[in-house]
C-alpha cells in the first residue's frame, strides 16, 4: 500500500489543534529533532483483550527498526495505527511530524505499507498496478509512467512488467509490492512481516531491496518473527510481548543485557570431544552449567557466566594436555535473547546459518 489516493490542498484545513497549510509539516512533536517515528503511551483494544498497552517507542530517520515478538504481541495493531488504518484507544504518535489521529490525509502521502501478503491487483499488469497507484497519488500522467518504467526495472520485474500480476511468483508478487509502496518516494515505510512465507532466496532479495531503500534515505519499521532478519536489516530492536515493550537497544546492546556467553572448544582430535565434555563437567568451577557436544561441529559448548570462569575452563584443558584445535567464545544468538526475554522461542522457521558472533580466545 502507497497511500491514500490524494487530493489537493486548497487554503488551510483546521485539524484539531493543528493547522496545515498545503502540505505544510505541523511540528508540535514532542520527541527528538531526529525521529522520523514517536510514539508515547499507546494503547488498544480488542474487547477485553489490551492489544496495545502503553507502547513507547523512536525511530531515527534513515534507519531499520526492527519490532520483535510473538504472534499476538501487538506487532501488527501498532502498524495499523501508525499507517493510520487503526485508531487508537489513547497515546499520541506521530510519523514524519504529522499525527497520525488528526492528520491522517497528510501523513498517508510521506509514508509506504506492506504486509504479510501482497496487495496488488492480480488482473492487472504489474506496470499498470504501478500506474494506477501513481494516478491515484495525483501523479500526472508521464511521471506515473515514468515511475512505473524505473521502479520496475529497479526491482528486477521489467520483462514481467506486461504480464498479470497473477502469473508472478510469490517473491516476484512481493517485489512488486515493495515496489508499489515506493510509488509515492515515501518518507517512512512500513514493512508488516514482509517475507512471511518466502523461500531462503527470495528473502535474501528482499532484504537487499530494504537495504537499497534505507540507502536511498527511507525510514523503515519493521515487524518481524525472523531472527536472521532482524540482525541482517534492523539497526535497532523493540521487543514486544502481550502488547508492551519489554526490551529495546541494538542488537548487541541486548545481547549484552541478556549476559553469558558459550565457549567453543573445538579439539583437534574429535575421539576427544565427549571425554572432554566430561572432563570439564567434572572440574567443580562455581557456578558452571553442564558442557554439551556439538558433533557436527566438533565441539564442546560451554556456558561461560563470568571471565572468571572462561579463565578456569582455558586453564583447565590446557593443563590436560589436550591438543586444541581453536577455543572460541559466542554471545548469544538473538533467537536466545528473544527466549530469555519472553520465556519462548520465536514460532518463525529459522535458517540453518547462524550469523557468525564467535571471538577467538588465546591458549
Same mark, same amino acid.
Given at each position: ?38 510514539? +508515547?503511551?499507546? /494503547? ?61 490525509? %497528510? ?12 496487495? /496488488? ?20 500522467? +508521464? ?18 512488467? @506486461? ?37 531462503? +532466496? ?8 530494504? @537495504?537499497?531503500?534505507?540507502?536511498? #534515505? ?6 518481524? %518473527?525472523?531472527?536472521? =532478519? ?8 523493540? /521487543?514486544?510481548?502481550?502488547? =508492551? ?11 549484552? @543485557?541478556? #549476559? ?13 570431544? +565427549? ?12 557456578? &558452571? ?15 561461560? &557466566?563470568?571471565?572468571? %570462569? ?39 522457521? %529459522? ?8 571471538? =577467538?580466545?588465546?591458549?
Amino acid at each position: 500500500m502507497a497511500g491514500e489516493p490524494c487530493r489537493r490542498d486548497v487554503g488551510a484545513l483546521s485539524v484539531g489543534a493543528d493547522t496545515v497549510v498545503g502540505m505544510k509539516r505541523i511540528d508540535d512533536n514532542p520527541s527528538a529533532a531526529d525521529a522520523a517515528v514517536t510514539v +508515547r503511551g499507546l /494503547v488498544k483494544h480488542y474487547g477485553e483483550t489490551k492489544a496495545l498497552d502503553g507502547v513507547d517507542l523512536d525511530v531515527r530517520e534513515g534507519t531499520v527498526m526492527g519490532v520483535l515478538g510473538p504472534n499476538g504481541a501487538g506487532k501488527t495493531t501498532l502498524v495499523r495505527i501508525l499507517s493510520t488504518l487503526l485508531a487508537p484507544d489513547a497515546g499520541r504518535a506521530h510519523v514524519a511530524g504529522y499525527d497520525v489521529v488528526r492528520q491522517p490525509r %497528510q501523513l498517508r502521502r510521506v509514508i509506504g505499507l506492506t504486509g504479510q501478503y501482497a496487495s /496488488v491487483d492480480e488482473k492487472l499488469p504489474g506496470w499498470e498496478n504501478l500506474y494506477m497507484i501513481g494516478r491515484l497519488l495525483d501523479l500526472p500522467r +508521464r511521471e506515473a509512467r515514468a515511475r512505473a518504467d524505473e521502479l520496475l526495472e529497479r526491482f528486477s520485474l521489467t520483462d514481467a512488467g @506486461k504480464r498479470p500480476a497473477a502469473t508472478y511468483s510469490g517473491g516476484m508478487r512481493r517485489r512488486l509490492d515493495l515496489a508499489a509502496s515506493m510509488i509515492g518516494r515515501p518518507k517512512v515505510l512500513f514493512l508488516d512481516e514482509p517475507t512471511t512465507g518466502l523461500d531462503p +532466496r527470495t528473502r535474501n532479495e528482499v532484504w537487499d531491496e530494504v @537495504k537499497r531503500m534505507v540507502g536511498d #534515505g527511507v525510514t523503515v519499521l519493521l515487524t518481524t %518473527q525472523y531472527m536472521e =532478519e532482524a540482525e541482517q536489516l534492523a539497526s535497532e530492536l523493540t /521487543v514486544v510481548d502481550r502488547g =508492551e515493550v519489554i526490551a529495546k537497544g541494538g542488537i548487541e546492546e541486548l545481547k549484552a @543485557k541478556v #549476559g553469558g556467553r558459550t565457549l567453543r572448544v573445538r579439539p583437534a582430535d574429535p575421539l576427544q570431544l +565427549r571425554p572432554l565434555a566430561a572432563y570439564l563437567d567434572e572440574l567443580g568451577i562455581t557456578g &558452571l552449567a553442564s558442557s554439551t557436544v556439538d558433533a557436527q561441529r566438533g565441539a564442546v559448548l560451554v556456558p561461560i &557466566l563470568s571471565d572468571e %570462569q572462561l579463565t578456569a575452563v582455558v586453564g583447565a584443558v590446557t593443563a590436560r594436555g589436550i591438543t586444541v584445535a581453536s577455543i572460541t567464545t559466542e554471545l548469544p544468538s538473538l533467537d536466545e535473547v528473544f527466549l530469555s526475554l519472553t520465556g519462548h522461542r520465536a514460532s518463525a522457521p %529459522q535458517d540453518p546459518a547462524p550469523a557468525d558472533t564467535r571471538e =577467538e580466545v588465546a591458549v
